[in-house]
């Protein structure tokens, strides 16, 4: 049974800084992390591909980290000069379509098969 569990979000203030990391119970070759915020739709925030190829927001650029530690089958994103609007439910999720099938598409959640419980992260001004 595959499993993907979040952890390390939290309360924080406006410009500083997260880790949360994903544990998977098995590899996969697509792996990205969501967010929904209240009221909002689940949105993409960076994806990260087996060949280390990583794909961002372009609200989260310059600010956000993806990284995979395959060896200890974790994911991680570090979030700094963290905003307001960056508080939402934060979701690891794994896929298992066909590599190109991610090409400009990695931000749609349909395309994923497994998903976390999320992790709560909020950020006051």
């Known amino acids: 049974q595959v499993q993907l569990v979040e952890s390390g979000g939290g309360s924080v203030q406006a410009g500083g800084s997260l880790r949360l990391s994903c544990g998977f119970s098995?590899?996969?070759?697509?792996m990205a992390w969501f967010r929904q915020a209240p009221g909002k739709e689940r949105e993409g925030v960076a994806a990260i591909a087996g060949s280390g190829t990583t794909s961002y927001a372009n609200s989260v650029k310059g600010r956000f980290t993806i990284s995979r530690d395959n060896a200890k089958n974790t994911m991680y994103l570090r979030m700094n000069g963290l905003k307001s609007e960056d508080t939402g439910i934060y979701y690891c999720a794994a896929g298992t379509a066909g590599v190109r099938t991610y090409d400009g598409a990695w931000s749609t959640p349909d395309l994923y098969t497994y998903w976390g419980q999320g992790t709560q992260v909020t950020v006051s001004s």
């Open positions: 098995r590899s996969f070759y697509r």
